[in-house]
């Protein structure tokens, strides 16, 4: 069955960094673009960072840019989302998702929460 299973939340203090990653299993992991989305309390959810199939390609929301990296290995099945300079406002549930740009076919991970908090 398809999975996709975040870990690395928590709590961290401003301007610490914390490295979140999504590992996945029961689909071609490599076709996949991949996707983290964050949703805090009483907001919408918010694309953060996008990443191609073959990790060549990546975007970011401008309120994360240069403070945040995904990157991925194909090898692995995973995803990671490498986060420093952290701020409060990054505090939310993080999302990983998966999508096949063609059918629009996508997966979604059970989200892992990130507090940041002194």
């Known amino acids: 069955q398809v999975q996709l299973v975040e870990s690395g939340g928590g709590l961290v203090q401003p301007g610490g960094s914390l490295r979140l990653s999504c590992a996945a299993s029961g689909f071609t992991f490599s076709t996949y673009g991949m996707r983290w989305y964050r949703q805090a309390p009483g907001k919408e959810r918010e694309l953060v960072a996008t990443i191609s199939s073959d990790g060549r390609s990546t975007g970011y929301v401008a309120s994360v840019n240069g403070r945040f990296t995904i990157s991925r290995n194909n090898a692995e099945n995973t995803v990671y989302l490498q986060m420093s300079s952290l701020k409060h406002e990054d505090t939310a549930v993080y999302y990983c998702?998966?999508?096949?740009?063609?059918?629009?076919?996508?997966?979604w991970g059970q989200g892992t929460q990130v507090t940041v908090s002194s």
């Open positions: 998702n998966a999508v096949y740009f063609r059918t629009k076919n996508e997966y």
